[in-house]
């Protein structure tokens, strides 16, 4: 994992870059990544601070199933990057939708977004039955 301290800044131009000491590698490995190969912790760090997304705040997260590597870049990762942009910001409270028993069945989040000099609101709306 030395090549891992070594590696080059490879960082979003702008944005802080994002390192770890030897210690929090070895951390990542024993809890986040515990079934990632060397080769395996190597691509997510890099991936890590290719996206200046903080593995050890959450942004980023390491996953291997049927023995393929992936990385799942989690809502604190996407609304960071939301944010660096500029160009998006909170909206109103989240709705909910309810079915007949009453138990919710969706819900729909609000956000702002800066599109030719004009704040527009985005909806998405995400179904408990996805």
Do not use: C
Request: hydrophobic share 40%; proline share 2%; charged share 25%.
């Amino acid at each position: 994992m030395n090549e891992l301290q070594n590696a080059e800044n490879v960082g979003v131009v702008g944005v802080p870059s994002i390192t770890y000491t030897r210690d929090q590698l070895d951390l990542i490995k024993r809890t986040y990544a515990t079934d990632a190969t060397d080769d395996e912790l190597a691509l997510f760090v890099h991936a890590s601070k290719r996206l200046s997304l903080d593995i050890l705040a959450r942004q980023i997260h390491f996953t291997k199933r049927a023995g393929k590597t992936g990385f799942i870049v989690s809502i604190d990762g996407y609304r960071l990057n939301a944010e660096r942009t500029g160009k998006y910001a909170p909206g109103r409270e989240p709705t909910y939708g309810y079915n007949e028993a009453k138990q919710v069945s969706s819900a729909t989040a609000y956000v702002k977004k800066f599109i030719a000099g004009e704040w527009h609101e985005i909806a998405a709306t995400a179904f408990m039955t996805e």
